[in-house]
């Protein structure tokens, strides 16, 4: 399957055309599903690039393209899940090495540190990556990676990239973002100084809540051959249909992260006044204390909107409950909007660890629809909620 080169073209072109050529066989303007488990050889070893679909498949090679070049990397991974991508640069890591975790962290990536990597002779500590002073005092001389999400995951705080890979890089540690909540359109780490990007393309990426995918994106050959390997090694690879699932949300990526970020504003704006609520995360308002870092290396803010209500966990779970446009589920970054309590949900895992969320806590996914419905949406569960509340005394 041919490549052009589109390094030339300005972001949006690229996310629909990189890797993407049409199909050299039909003219097909889509990449098509290449679902299938092996390749005809001509003879034994000549073949047309693939053998086998662990190791390679034509549709999961263009997504890889693509991915890479709208993070401005030299190459690109692709994986059955987030996790799946996570794992395989945590096997980079040998016995005695130490990894240093952002202690505001999807939850998922915590459990696997602490309760399966940790078991393996690696070591972690946590720190708040928000302050690049903190980074820095977390070091040890076995620090070998630095593992921050910006914005984090739930509070949407803010790591300074350029700042924490240049420390990073100081000590001898390899510097990974994951960037799934700001997504390529918003945020380039590799631009910043990190070493990988990681993503859980089941999220912004894929952009409609039907396919699980992680990617990562990168520079270092040296590196990718190693990733490369443990890529087929390992095996969690994604299905062809998969990959063009991710390619195909891709294409739009740069329209919807742009509604995202506008809805997700407005709502930021709107629970700033609530009586019901305590504290709004959003970086995208100017009280946020991130809100200058993100301002320089983000386009815009994304679409995540964390907040603290004041009547604590039965009122997060009343009010979780109560919207109806907000759907109640896990997982982010899907044109619908989404509500969770994080607490009971994707951040279980690290309920008494030094990173545990309040109990207050709420957080919700901002989607696409026209923001009017979502903030009538916001309003009438608030409604319903302060009854109840009156109601109880």
């Not at 990718?224 to 998969?242: E, I, M, R």
Request: hydrophobic content about 40%; overall charge negative.
């Amino acid at each position: 399957m041919s490549r052009s080169d589109w390094s030339d073209a300005r972001f949006e072109t690229r996310a629909i055309h990189a890797g993407q050529d049409a199909d050299p066989a039909t003219g097909a303007v889509i990449t098509p599903i290449y679902q299938t488990s092996t390749f005809i050889q001509e003879d034994v070893g000549v073949h047309k690039g693939f053998e086998y679909a662990r190791t390679d498949n034509p549709t999961r090679s263009a997504l890889q393209e693509a991915i890479a070049s709208l993070e401005s990397g030299s190459w690109g991974l692709s994986y059955a899940s987030g996790l799946a991508a996570t794992q395989n640069l945590l096997y980079l890591l040998r016995p005695g090495d130490h990894i240093l975790l952002s202690n505001d962290c999807y939850g998922g990536t915590y459990r696997l540190v602490a309760k399966v990597i940790a078991n393996y002779g690696i070591d972690f500590s946590l720190c708040d990556m928000s302050d690049p002073e903190s980074v820095r005092a977390g070091l040890r001389p076995n620090t070998r990676m630095v593992w921050a999400e910006t914005p984090t995951n739930p509070y949407l705080k803010i790591v300074d990239i350029e700042a924490v890979a240049a420390i990073a890089h100081g000590a001898g540690a390899r510097f990974v973002v994951d960037n799934t909540f700001a997504s390529p359109y918003l945020q380039r780490p590799l631009e910043l100084g990190a070493d990988f990007v990681l993503h859980s393309a089941t999220k912004y990426l894929g952009g409609h809540s039907d396919v699980v995918n992680g990617l990562i994106v990168g520079n270092d050959r040296d590196v990718y051959d190693t990733l490369k390997y443990l890529q087929n090694a390992a095996g969690a690879v994604p299905g062809p249909h998969d990959c063009w699932l991710v390619l195909r949300g891709m294409k739009t990526l740069g329209i919807r992260m742009e509604r995202h970020s506008a809805n997700a504003a407005a709502v930021a704006e709107y629970l700033q006044h609530s009586s019901l609520v305590d504290t709004v995360y959003y970086p995208g308002l100017a009280s946020h204390p991130g809100h200058d870092v993100a301002r320089r290396q983000m386009r815009d803010f994304s679409g995540m909107v964390s907040f603290t209500v004041n009547g604590g966990y039965e009122l997060a779970r009343e009010f979780v409950a109560s919207t109806e446009v907000f759907q109640l589920a896990e997982s982010l970054g899907g044109v619908e909007s989404l509500v969770e309590h994080p607490g009971q949900m994707t951040h279980a895992s690290v309920a008494g660890t030094g990173a545990e969320v309040a109990d207050n806590l709420i957080r919700l996914s901002v989607g696409i629809e026209h923001v009017d419905d979502l903030l009538s949406d916001l309003e009438a569960a608030f409604s319903r909620v302060g009854a109840s509340r009156l109601a109880a005394r």
